[in-house]
Structure formats: C-alpha cells, structure tokens
C-alpha cells in the first residue's frame, strides 16, 4: 500500500520561510519521478514543482521561481520544498505526489499517480 504524507506547513507571515516535507512508503521512491501541488480555497489545483528520479530534472511554476526550492533524499524517501519569500497568493493546501514516471517529470496534475493529504500553508499579509 502506497502512503504519501506531507508535513511542515503552518501560519507564517509575509515574507517568511517555510519548509515542507513528504515521505513516501510502499513503492520505490528513487525510481519515480515526485511533484509538489497546491489548491486554493475556491480553485483548482496546480503544479507548483517537480523533479525528476535522479534530480537531473526540476521544473517550477513561474509565479514560486527563484523563491521555491524542490529537493529529494531518495536515502530516506523524502520529498523537499524549501519555500522563501512567502506571499499571501501561496496561501493554499500544499499536496505532494508521485508520477509512475521513469524520465524527467510533469507539473501535471493529471500526470500524478499517488498523492498526499496535503499541508495547510497560510501567509499572512
């Protein structure tokens, strides 16, 4: 059975840090290619970032570039995102994913194959 859990995310103000976790269980995670999504209140969800098996692929959204950072250990099948810079708009329930995907990755959220429950994310203005 596949388990994917996120943890880290909270109430920080604008401009503040955060980082997010995700551990993944019952599949190879150094085999798959992983992703971090967030939904809105009142909108669907989108991919933030991705990164490949190997890390040798990582893709951003343009609104988190240069803020965001993504990262895996896949030693301890652990799916980073280091978040700078925090703005009320990435305000959202932040969910991690895996795609069945053995080159590169897709910010897609239809792409995804196992996902999270998700970590509230809240910046306050």
């Known amino acids: 059975q596949v388990q994917v859990v996120e943890s880290g995310g909270g109430l920080v103000q604008a401009g503040g840090s955060l980082r997010l976790s995700c551990t993944v269980s019952?599949?190879?995670?150094?085999?798959?290619?992983m992703g971090w999504f967030r939904q809105a209140p009142g909108k669907e969800r989108e991919g933030v970032s991705c990164i490949s098996r190997n890390g040798g692929t990582i893709s951003y959204q343009d609104s988190v570039k240069g803020r965001f950072t993504i990262s895996r250990d896949n030693a301890r099948n652990t799916l980073y995102l280091q978040m700078e810079n925090l703005k009320s708009e990435d305000t959202a329930m932040y969910y991690c994913a895996v795609e069945v995907l053995f080159a590169g990755c897709r910010i897609t959220v239809s792409a995804q194959d196992y996902w999270g429950q998700g970590t509230q994310v809240t910046v306050s203005s």
């Open positions: 019952g599949l190879n995670f150094a085999a798959y290619a």
